[in-house]
């Protein structure tokens, strides 16, 4: 079965950088776009950025400038660095892939989920 796991979350204060980092297990032939989504408590999840297999990227306007996605598919790796955080960007942080499986289907867009890493950034 195929499995993210967010890590890389914490605290760290205004103007503070993170790494978030998905892992991806399982049964994968390979991976098609990855995408970093959050939700603020109280409010709706939104999608942060994404990263097709080619390495176009996109950014939620609010985080433009900030963070990078990037990826590492020999690694079944994806990342997030956020730099310059603000209080606003607290939140869990959950990783989304489409996923190639092996015997050759590909996954739906919302099919894998990692549980979240959390992020804080205090006042």
């Known amino acids: 079965q195929v499995q993210l796991v967010e890590s890389g979350g914490g605290l760290v204060q205004p103007g503070g950088s993170l790494r978030l980092s998905c892992a991806a297990s399982?049964?994968?032939?390979?991976?098609?776009?990855i995408r970093w989504y959050r939700q603020a408590p109280g409010k709706l999840r939104e999608l942060v950025a994404s990263?097709?297999?080619?390495?176009?990227?996109n950014y939620v306007d609010s985080v433009k400038g900030r963070f990078t996605i990037s990826r590492d598919d020999a690694k079944l790796m994806a990342y997030l660095q956020m730099d310059s955080l603000k209080p606003e960007d607290t939140a869990v942080y959950y990783c989304?892939?489409?996923?190639?499986?092996?015997?050759?289907?590909?996954?739906?867009?919302?099919?894998?989920w990692g549980r979240g890493t959390q992020v804080a950034v205090s006042s």
């Open positions: 989304n892939a489409q996923i190639v499986l092996e015997w050759g289907k590909v996954s739906r867009p919302g099919d894998y």
């Open positions: 990263i097709t297999k080619s390495g176009s990227t």
């Open positions: 399982g049964n994968i032939f390979g991976i098609y776009d």
